[in-house]
């Protein structure tokens, strides 16, 4: 079982440009759930997906961003027309029925 | 009102102390509790779950407090590799939803 997985690691967008975070969970997790973290700062909730649904997207900006888990394959977090207040570090943790939730190593997207 | 709340601390205690933290949580629907740690730069990682009874993991409790609504997390015997953030988590039945509170910093001093 390889964990949480998340592509790519560290990612340089210039302003302007799109960002695309993927997120493979853990096997037999249909639970996924995204979080952003800025420096010295908590894990601020972003949305909550199952396959093909958003459970959840209260904490997702109303522009720019959205989020998809397809049937198959991983889930993306997609940043359209980043700006550097988008510089952060982006989570993803799976779970399946109310059990706890593990965590990818994240991605860190920087924009120059 | 925050679904979870912690005191950010920090927390600086010297080696071999104990240290406590607590958590409040808002909705008395909450079904499933959890205390995780982050290192710097890293992800958050299951310390422990909370069990309405208790439970101990060597040097670490965990305790919940249903009619207070609040979870706590007892450190004895402090090692300087405790030194860390501690998140506090709650879930709700419905939704499956995890709350994560902001966090209590830890540093162990030698």
């Known amino acids: 079982n390889a964990g949480v997985m998340q592509n790519p690691r560290h990612l340089v967008r210039r302003r302007g440009q799109e960002a695309r975070l993927r997120c493979s969970p853990m096997?037999?997790?249909?639970?996924v759930y995204w979080y952003r973290q800025l420096p010295e700062e908590g894990l601020k909730f972003m949305v909550y997906l199952q396959k093909e649904n958003i459970i959840d997207e209260s904490g997702m900006p109303k522009e720019r961003f959205s989020a998809e888990f397809p049937k198959e394959g991983p889930s993306i977090l997609r940043i359209q027309q980043v700006v550097r207040g988008d510089s952060a570090a982006y989570f993803c943790?799976?779970?399946?029925?109310?059990?706890?939730?593990?965590f990818g190593q994240g991605t860190r997207l920087t924009v120059v | 009102r925050k679904e979870v709340e912690q005191d950010p601390g920090p927390f600086n205690v010297p080696e071999g102390a104990t240290v406590a933290f607590n958590c409040t949580y808002s909705?008395?629907?909450?079904?499933?509790f959890f205390w995780y740690r982050q290192d710097c730069r890293k992800e958050p990682k299951l310390l422990m779950s909370?069990?309405?009874s208790g439970n101990e993991d060597g040097r670490f409790t965990a305790q919940l407090n249903r009619a207070s609504q609040y979870i706590s997390l007892l450190i004895r015997d402090s090692k300087l590799s405790d030194s860390a953030t501690y998140l506090c988590v709650v879930n709700k039945e419905t939704g499956n939803q995890f709350y994560f509170g902001t966090g209590t910093s830890l540093t162990v001093i030698p």
């Open positions: 909705n008395s629907a909450s079904q499933s």
């Open positions: 943790a799976s779970s399946s029925t109310r059990t706890e939730a593990f």
């Open positions: 096997k037999g997790h249909s639970h």
């Open positions: 909370v069990y309405s």
